[in-house]
């Protein structure tokens, strides 16, 4: 196996994708390390090695990476529309300073190969699945035009680094994800936790934000996790792949699997369209990863929601 044996980094193991990646990496035998900040790992993952890092730190950065074979950089901020308004800097400047800083520890530290988030976000608008070669057609949609900005621009900075050095570099742009262990904070989480907590909670009215004519792909992070794997391993090339559930949803869907699921039957489900959603269509196409990596989702959007409910619901109790 690809991983068996190699220490692996995974930054920011705490949080919501980095916690799924050391899951994954685990299970293939890898030594695996993470990084630890502002909070512990929220469930016992097995025999991993723990340090006390902050990223924006240059010294931190390159004791983190100091003897390791590969980096899953997941440590960051993410977007969404109530961060946005009320911080729209913050996940900016959070994401060019860590993804730079750990960039260069590990081009200095030696390290073999390096995984990159990008994200969708930073596509120019399309009624359509939009493919990897499209990103520079247009500029992202206004929504995002910070952050879809520095998402293609952490692109660049990784085809400069591969450019100067013998690191091999991923970049995976990831559509919506949710799942076990999401941000379920009422202040800052994105639209399936956020509706999953008011679903368990039993609000009535029961208030979703948009239209609910939205149309998303959602992917489970188990999948994104897998994706992840697949990438580093088969094309670290730092040339960009699109990691999706490959169909898409409309809010008002979503919704009624979470209200079934949490059997919240009764809810007088209200829309309001003054609420910030965002962009109202993302499809990408998912045909590039079918065929370099071999990757297909397992978890079907049912069961992953449905799965998603119960536990945040046995949780919450």
Known sequence: ?????????????????????????????????????????????????????????????????????????????????????????????????????????????????????????????????VKEEEMWNGPPHSAYLGYGWMRRYLEKLS???????????????????????????????HVIPALIRKAVDKKDPYEVWGSGEEIRDFLHVTDLARACLLMLEKYATCDPINIGYGKTITVKEIVRIILKAAGHHSARVVFDKSKPTTIPIRMVDTSKSKRLLGFEPKVSLEDGLTDTVLWYRERRS
């Open 159 to 189: 085809e400069f680094v591969a450019s100067k050095s013998n690191m091999k570099i991923a970049v995976l742009r990831p559509t919506a994800v949710y799942g076990q262990w999401d941000n379920f904070d009422p202040q800052t989480s």
């Open 1 to 129: 196996m690809f991983y068996k044996g190699k220490t692996v980094l995974v930054t920011g193991g705490a949080g919501f994708v980095g916690l799924h990646i050391i899951k994954e990496l685990l299970k293939q035998d890898a030594k695996v390390r993470t990084t630890i900040h502002h909070r512990p790992l929220p469930v016992k993952v097995g025999n991993i090695e723990k340090i006390s890092a902050d990223l924006t730190k240059e010294a931190d950065c390159l004791a983190a990476v100091k003897g390791v074979d590969y980096v899953f950089h997941a440590a960051g901020a993410v977007s969404a529309a109530g961060v946005t308004v009320n911080n729209p800097m913050f996940a900016i400047t959070e994401n060019l300073i860590l993804t730079a800083r750990m960039l260069q520890a590990a081009w200095a530290g030696g390290v073999s190969r390096f995984l990159v988030f990008s994200s969708s976000t930073a596509y120019p608008v399309a009624d359509y699945p």
